[in-house]
């Protein structure tokens, strides 16, 4: 079983919905970070959460602790959103434990 | 905005070559790492490196694999004897003393052939 687990796999939207992605994890941690990943490969860091919620621009990222579980929200999404968007979880020894990714399609 | 660098971007390689992947971390951190993900899968965590020692390594990271920060600024990882399974795209990541956050670098995409 996949320590950090995301939901959906896939996700296609139309221009202006509202997306939801989710994460799971079943391993202690100190902070939870959101990244996304465009085409070329390249991974930019959204958001790093040890509690309650961020917010940047359309996104908003929330975390429960005790339930183990973190969303990444997108409003208004655009074309420009379409990417992979990964959970990665900062385990007690520093290193990050990624998930395998939620791919985002957000059609015109 | 300071960022992390990594060269080069793309390397082909026959099997059984050795490679040196180059990371230039951002100037005041002092926490790096390697991480990779082989096409189609999920990012690993490969080594994590403070003060000049490895703090941890994953299983993957075996006798073929080593890290070195040679001058002060940059952050190595030597591949001795690549094999085909080697093919991914290698991440660099810093991060400072005083924060969490982990800021990643463009990626190397290695090709073994």
């Known amino acids: 079983k996949n320590e950090v687990e995301q939901s959906p796999q896939n996700l296609t939207a139309q221009e202006g919905e509202f997306i939801t992605i989710n994460c799971s994890y079943s391993?202690?941690?100190?902070?939870l970070h959101w990244l996304q990943q465009h085409p070329g490969g390249g991974i930019v860091s959204l958001f790093m959460?040890?509690?309650g919620k961020k917010k940047h621009g359309r996104l908003i990222a929330t975390i429960n602790i005790q339930e183990k579980h973190s969303s990444l929200h997108i409003t208004a999404s655009h074309p420009r959103d379409s990417a992979v968007y990964i959970c990665?979880?900062?385990?007690?020894?520093?290193?990050?434990?990624f998930g395998t990714g939620t791919r985002l399609q957000v059609f015109p | 905005e300071p960022e992390v660098t990594q060269t080069p971007s793309h390397q082909v390689t026959q099997m059984g070559q050795e490679v040196i992947l180059r990371c230039v971390p951002i100037?005041?951190?002092?926490?790096f790492y390697w991480y990779r993900q082989i096409l189609g899968q999920k990012v690993e965590f490969l080594v994590s490196?403070?003060?000049?020692?490895?703090?941890?390594k994953s299983e993957i990271f075996d006798d073929q694999f080593s890290v070195e920060r040679p001058d002060g600024s940059n952050f190595t990882l030597k591949i001795r004897s690549t094999k085909l399974e080697d093919s991914a795209m290698y991440f660099c990541?810093?991060?400072?003393?005083?924060?969490?956050?982990?800021?990643f670098g463009p990626g190397t995409r290695l090709t073994v052939t």
């Open positions: 990541a810093s991060r400072g003393g005083g924060a969490w956050e982990q800021y």
């Open positions: 100037s005041n951190h002092l926490y």
């Open positions: 990665a979880v900062r385990s007690n020894t520093d290193k990050l434990i």
């Open positions: 959460l040890s509690s």
């Open positions: 490196f403070y003060n000049n020692e490895i703090s941890e």
């Open positions: 391993v202690g941690i100190s902070a």
